[in-house]
């Protein structure tokens, strides 16, 4: 059985590899990661803020536009807080780079054009195999528009592929008022990949102290559906290869949306909760069903029930909410 795959014009032994998290600072769980047979090693971001912090060596310039960032200033760390600073983040790439045989994934996380290129060429100069681009915006501003954010995404893109070699992809969310048209936008910019989707913390309200309480809350199976969808739609729309980022945590869970059209799985929530073994215990659970199933490869399993090949393509399109709703009993 060939269990082999192209992500990012990368070859991946198979497409289980981890998202970015917390996981990569320690270089022992880092190759834990790999003997438990990740593909890839995702970093975690690198951020935006961070990186204007450290260069400004203060706050104060940074409250002109902090609306404009993911979330309010006052949930910004200290630099000191970070898990890893500018300089040890880049050692870090060489450090993973020095031990794992797989390929090495960064990840820069921000909302303008500052900061984006320098530190792309930095990362590939690192030996990075591959740069994650992660956009991780909120619009609140009602005066700037949809084109307007979708222009500045498209702007990123163009200068950090200008101005390295190794491969991008991009990691979206999915509230694009049009993400088909927006992923092909990026498609025709040149993106390496997209990565389907990121997970916006939401806020809550500590309703005695009168404060506003970031939460952190891990994904389940369940997040899964929103993601294999818009797999499914856009396979075969996009040249760019895909990956899915939320909500696997079994064998199954891989093999839909490897049949939805993902080419990588990225996992995270499962390894934090139980461990790097997980991450073999879901390769097993794949391998047996495409067995059982009697796959000879992981290409034959990629995109076999997108939009173009299910045989009821309505369901990915307009959700089949009169079926579904005439058939709920009380």
């Given at each position: ?26 270089l ?6 790999e ?27 940074i ?93 990123i ?40 989707f990121?997970r ?44 899915v ?15 939805a059209?993902?080419s ?6 499962a ?32 995109g076999?029930?997108s ?17 579904i ?6």
């Amino acid at each position: 059985m060939d269990l082999s795959t192209k992500y990012l014009g990368l070859t991946l032994a198979h497409p289980l590899m981890t998202g970015a998290s917390p996981l990569v600072d320690r270089l022992d769980l880092v190759k834990r990661l790999e003997d438990a047979g990740a593909s890839a090693i995702t970093m975690h971001s690198l951020f935006e803020e961070q990186i204007a912090m450290e260069q400004r060596a203060t706050f104060k310039h940074i409250e002109s536009v902090a609306e404009s960032y993911a979330e309010a200033l006052s949930y910004f760390p200290n630099p000191e807080d970070y898990n890893l600073g500018t300089d040890q983040y880049l050692e870090q790439i060489q450090r993973i780079k020095s031990i794992v045989e797989v390929p090495v994934i960064a990840s820069l996380n921000g909302a303008t054009g500052r900061g984006w290129v320098d530190y792309a060429r930095l990362i590939e100069q690192a030996g990075a195999d591959a740069l994650e681009l992660n956009v991780y915006f909120m619009a609140t501003d009602p005066a700037e528009s949809g084109v307007a954010i979708e222009e500045r995404v498209l702007q990123i893109l163009r200068s950090v592929k200008e101005a390295i070699h190794i491969p991008v992809a991009i990691k979206l969310s999915p509230f694009f008022s049009s993400l088909a048209h927006f992923a092909r936008r990026l498609d025709e910019a040149g993106v390496d990949g997209l990565v389907l989707f990121n997970r916006f913390y939401q806020p809550d309200i500590d309703v005695e102290a009168l404060e506003v309480a970031p939460r952190l809350q891990l994904s389940d199976s369940s997040e899964l559906l929103l993601r294999v969808r818009w797999l499914a739609i856009l396979a075969g729309q996009v040249r760019s290869s895909m990956a899915v980022t939320g909500g696997v945590h079994t064998g199954l869970d891989a093999i839909k949306a490897l049949m939805a059209g993902a080419s990588g799985v990225q996992i995270v929530s499962a390894i934090l909760h139980h461990g790097p073994d997980r991450l073999k215990q879901i390769y097993e659970e794949m391998v047996r069903w495409m067995e059982d199933h009697e796959y000879e490869s992981v290409n034959q399993m990629i995109g076999s029930m997108s939009l173009q090949k299910c045989p009821d393509p309505a369901a990915f399109e307009r959700a089949n909410y009169t079926r579904i709703l005439q058939t709920w009993r009380v």
